[in-house]
């Protein structure tokens, strides 16, 4: 469980500048910073970071938050994982870390994994003798001159203890090697895990080594040997090149999928940036969501053409309705792979193939119904039962009833007919892999949704959220006001809720600290402080912005009670005037005049 002090130590070794910086050209302009929007396409700068609270906000899409939020929607991560992603980028160790470890600290298995990938690219351009020879024209071979292999750290491992004994050289103890999965225990002796191998590195999201692929260059077995579940690496989480592709997945709106390293990367240096290749397991649904969050079109699937290829587009179709992309396979002619595609028919005709790409359901359905003659109506009746097992984990999806007409037209049966098959097949769907525990329950919530409030609930709102994110700029401008905030008559509890929580900090408090107030009792608050607009425009004093403010939300407040009391006058109907409403008109009378005070302020506001 991660506790709110870690949450809190992390975003304090957070700086939102360099974080947004990262992936945003940012300008100066006055005490704010602005971009272009990396969530959508624009031209004019509409990002806004505010350095002194920590929030940023795109006035052209609405996004906005915090430096959480931000590596979220970046990242496609869940609140959790992205104080996670934070704390490893900042080098913080948290407390469910240190509750739950059993073996070396995260950030040395890191450092161990870099160093054994220096180590072995050192060893594949200078190492001598037949290991790195046959390395050197192994690679070659596939078309990977030295620039390549630079480029990608690609590597040879010799075995015999040497990167061992180069590790422990290094400060790095048994322990950390075998945690990182880089040395084994042989009867108390330390021994490499990969020998004669070329070695492929993998990368995280941030683009540090956490794990390896290792090919033998002879006839051993298994043909690949990657790196074993550790701490710092999840299979069926992590894709090799990720972090080189996915800038270019963005760019084009695509990923691409390939099965093997040699050939994401063959593609990459074709210019074809946006690949990938899942490491040594099939294809997963946590695949599918780290890439959907990047690409925003589709994902080609380049399948091989042989039975594996068949059963790995099989296997794909459960996660048809885990993404909105666009899933489309391709099948290179002749058996040939990614890479040897490209060396025989160039860049041009592989993006041509792309081009060409079709529905991932269709070429299941066609391979699938090859297999049966569909004139004879009992074969009929077992490929409506092949395609109903190829369907069955997409038995309770709403994409249920347009796969099931399909089918129908194809074989000539009912829509209801094809249904009941598909159900009552067993689903074959993974489940996905879920956040437990109360920081499951932290992620924040949806904001009020403002079109289902009247329009003057819906002007107050907006007002709030004003005086609210020019609160966390300008604490102390504001506290002078607490005792006039009391008497307003608040659309939001939140809101309500959390400026209360400002006020209480003590006077002097940073910015920072004080949208941290807010979050306190309000999770959602940095994406609701960093929506303010009026309070990052310049050219108004702080004071100004202040009456301004106040004024605005005082007037919201009088005309949404006014609106009550009338109400309550309505529902009396023709009842005996009492006192209750004598006070009743004594008060709209007494707002009312309010009103006319506030609107001779506020002119363009009424």
């Not at 078309?143 to 004994?165: H, Q, T």
């Not at 005086?467 to 604490?475: I, N």
């Not at 009670?561 to 008109?585: C, K, M, N, Y």
């Amino acid at each position: 469980m991660i506790t709110d002090e870690d949450k809190e130590r992390v975003r304090q070794a957070t700086d939102v500048l360099a974080l947004v910086g990262e992936t945003v050209e940012l300008r100066q302009r006055g005490n704010s910073f602005w971009g272009c929007c990396p969530f959508h396409q624009e031209k004019n700068p509409s990002f806004h970071v505010d350095p002194q609270t920590g929030l940023w906000k795109c006035f052209g899409c609405g996004a906005s938050g915090d430096v959480f939020a931000y590596v979220m929607k970046r990242e496609s991560l869940e609140f959790p994982d992205a104080i996670r992603y934070l704390a490893d980028r900042a080098g913080i160790e948290l407390s469910e870390e240190r509750g739950t470890r059993r073996g070396p600290r995260r950030n040395r298995l890191v450092e161990a994994l870099d160093a054994a990938e220096d180590y072995y690219s050192m060893m594949l351009l200078r190492g001598r003798g037949e290991g790195p020879d046959a390395g050197r024209r192994y690679l070659g071979g596939r078309g990977f001159g030295s620039d390549v292999c630079r480029r990608w750290k690609l590597g040879y491992a010799p075995g015999n203890g040497r990167l061992v004994a180069h590790l422990r050289s290094l400060g790095f103890t048994p322990a950390e090697m075998i945690a990182a999965d880089l040395a084994l225990d042989s009867g108390g002796r330390l021994r490499d895990r990969f020998y004669e191998r070329v070695m492929f590195p993998i990368h995280d999201r941030q683009g540090r080594t956490i794990a390896f692929g290792g090919r033998v260059l002879g006839d051993a077995k298994p043909k690949y040997l990657n790196t074993k579940e550790t701490p710092v690496f999840h299979k069926s989480k992590h894709l090799f090149a990720f972090d080189r592709a996915k800038d270019a997945m963005v760019s084009t709106g695509e990923a691409i999928v390939c099965e093997g390293y040699t050939d994401v990367i063959a593609m990459h240096e074709a210019g074809l940036s946006n690949t990938v290749a899942a490491l040594g397991t099939s294809f997963s649904v946590d695949h599918v969501r780290a890439i959907s969050g990047f690409a925003k079109s589709r994902i080609i699937c380049m399948f091989d053409g042989d039975a594996a290829g068949q059963k790995a587009a099989e296997r794909a179709v459960q996660f048809l309705d885990k993404t909105q992309l666009e899933m489309v396979c391709v099948v290179l002619p002749d058996n040939q792979d990614p890479a040897e595609y490209l060396a025989d028919h160039g860049v041009d005709a592989m993006r041509q193939r792309l081009a060409e790409a079709r529905p991932l359901m269709d070429f299941v359905f066609e391979r699938r119904l090859s297999a049966y003659d569909l004139s004879v109506p009992g074969q009929r009746v077992a490929a409506l039962d092949s395609l109903a097992e190829v369907l069955a984990p997409l038995s309770g999806s709403v994409l249920l009833d347009g796969y099931a007409t399909q089918i129908a037209q194809m074989l000539g049966t009912s829509v209801d007919e094809a249904k009941r098959r598909i159900r009552q097949h067993p689903t074959r769907v993974r489940p996905a892999t879920e956040e437990t525990g109360p920081m499951s329950q932290v992620t924040p919530a949806p904001d009020t949704d403002l079109a289902v409030l009247s329009s003057d609930e819906r002007f107050q709102v907006i007002a709030e959220r004003e005086l609210l994110a020019l609160m966390a700029t300008a604490p102390d401008a504001v506290r002078p006001f607490g005792d006039r905030m009391a008497t307003f008559t608040w659309a939001d509890a939140r809101n309500e809720t959390m400026a209360w929580a400002m006020l209480a900090t003590p006077e002097g408090t940073s910015p920072a600290d004080v949208v941290a107030a807010a979050e306190g009792v309000v999770p959602e608050a940095p994406r609701i402080l960093a929506g303010g607009s009026i309070a990052v425009l310049e050219g108004m004093e702080t004071e100004r912005k202040v009456a301004f403010l106040l004024d605005t939300v005082e007037l919201a407040s009088c005309r949404r009670e006014v609106q009550q009391i009338r109400g309550r006058l309505r529902a009396q109907g023709s009842a005996p005037v009492g006192g209750d409403t004598q006070e009743l008109f004594r008060r709209a009378t007494e707002l009312q005049k309010r009103m006319g005070e506030l609107a001779k302020r506020l002119p363009s506001v009424v």
